[in-house]
Nanobody, 123 residues
C-alpha cells in the first residue's frame, strides 16, 4: 500500500525557494518511480519532474529544468522537490505520485497520488 502525504508548501515571494516533501507511510516506496505534478487554478494538471526508483535518473519539464530539483531518500521513504527562483506562475497545488513507469510525464501512468500541497508565489 502506498500512502503519500505532501508537505512544505506555503507563501513565498518571487525569487524565493521552497522545498516540498512527499512521505510514504507504506513499505514499498523504493519499488516505485515517483513524480511531481502541479495544477494551477483553472488549468490542467501538468508534469513537473520525475525520478527513478534509485534516484539515479531524473526528468524535468523543460519550463522548470534548472530551477527545480527532484530527489529522494529511500531510507526515509521520502521524495523531495527543491524549488528555486520561484515565479508567480509557479503558484499551484503540487502533488506527488507513484508509478511503475520510470520518468513518465503522463499523469495516467501514476497509480497513487498524494492530496497535494499549496504553493503561492507573490510578486
Amino acid at each position: 500500500q502506498v500512502q503519500l502525504v505532501e508537505s512544505g508548501g506555503g507563501l513565498v515571494q518571487a525569487g524565493g525557494s521552497l522545498r516540498l516533501s512527499c512521505a510514504d507511510s507504506g513499505r514499498t516506496f523504493s519499488s516505485f518511480a515517483m513524480g511531481w505534478f502541479r495544477q494551477a487554478p483553472g488549468k490542467e494538471r501538468e508534469f513537473v519532474a520525475a525520478i527513478s526508483r534509485s534516484g539515479g535518473n531524473t526528468y524535468y519539464s523543460a519550463s522548470m529544468k534548472g530551477r527545480f530539483t527532484v530527489s529522494r531518500d529511500n531510507a526515509k521513504n521520502t521524495l523531495y522537490l527543491q524549488m528555486n527562483s520561484l515565479k508567480p506562475e509557479d503558484t499551484a497545488v503540487y502533488s506527488c505520485a507513484a508509478s511503475t513507469k520510470v520518468g513518465s510525464p503522463n499523469e495516467g501512468a501514476y497509480a497513487y497520488w498524494g492530496q497535494g500541497t499549496q504553493v503561492i508565489v507573490s510578486s
